[in-house]
């Protein structure tokens, strides 16, 4: 059974560090495309940007670029998303999902990981 | 960046109704039009891919069309549990968007 199993909840301070993860099974981690979303409170889904665990090929959304890192860890099956400098406007749920091999399109997603930044 | 835009942006439908949702791309984008639902605290689900082809799971009154520029979600005989907001996602360019989402309420 394919599975993404995502980080715990965080709660974090202005300007502070992060990194969230993405666990991957029942399936070849390598050889899928596994993307980001950001979901803000009470919005819409935004596409943060994807990596392919087999060479680390990152692509990132314009919006984001420069403002999250994205990387992976294929010998533990695990991507993450990380930030340096976490603002107020970074509190949001955070999806990983994978991109289906061969399509375009996303056909497993985590669970999400809630993200509050809050002084 | 293609922009994708959803209509409409809320829409209060009654059981048994027939619902249509739609999306248009801001260039072409072949059938590289994705749909998905999304509950109330819950992860998105893939409906249908590639416009038309419905993914595994999926109850047969989700159907979805269109190519090019415009696209269709359509949900014959609606039931209470299609509550939900529903998002078309474009992977022409692998620099992906997702529309704004159209948020059906069940009367």
């Known amino acids: 059974e394919v599975q993404l199993v995502q980080s715990g909840a965080e709660v974090k301070k202005p300007g502070e560090s992060l990194k969230i993860s993405c666990k991957g099974s029942g399936y070849s981690f390598s050889t899928y495309w596994i993307a980001w979303v950001r979901q803000m409170p009470g919005k819409g889904l935004e596409w943060m940007g994807i990596?392919?665990?087999?060479?680390?090929?990152?692509r990132y959304s314009p919006s984001f670029q420069g403002q999250v890192t994205i990387s992976a860890d294929k010998s533990i099956s695990t991507a993450y998303l990380q930030w340096s400098s976490l603002k107020a406007s970074d509190t949001a749920m955070y999806y990983c999902a994978r991109r289906a091999g061969g399509g375009g399109y996303f056909d497993y997603w985590g669970q999400g990981t809630l993200v509050t930044v809050s002084s | 960046e293609i922009v994708l835009t959803q209509s409409p942006d809320f829409q209060s439908v009654t059981p048994k109704e027939k619902v249509t949702i739609t999306c248009r791309a801001s260039q072409s984008i072949g059938s590289s039009l994705h749909w998905y639902q999304q509950k109330p605290d819950q992860s998105p689900k893939l409906l249908i891919k590639y416009a038309s082809q419905s993914f595994s799971g999926v109850p047969s009154r989700f159907s979805g069309s269109g190519s090019g520029t415009d696209f269709t979600l359509t949900i014959n005989s609606l039931e209470a549990e299609d509550a939900a907001t529903y998002y078309c996602?474009?992977?022409?360019?692998?620099?992906?968007?997702f529309g704004q989402g159209t948020k059906l309420e069940i009367k």
């Open positions: 990596i392919y665990p087999g060479d680390s090929d990152t």
């Open positions: 996602h474009q992977s022409s360019s692998l620099l992906y968007t």
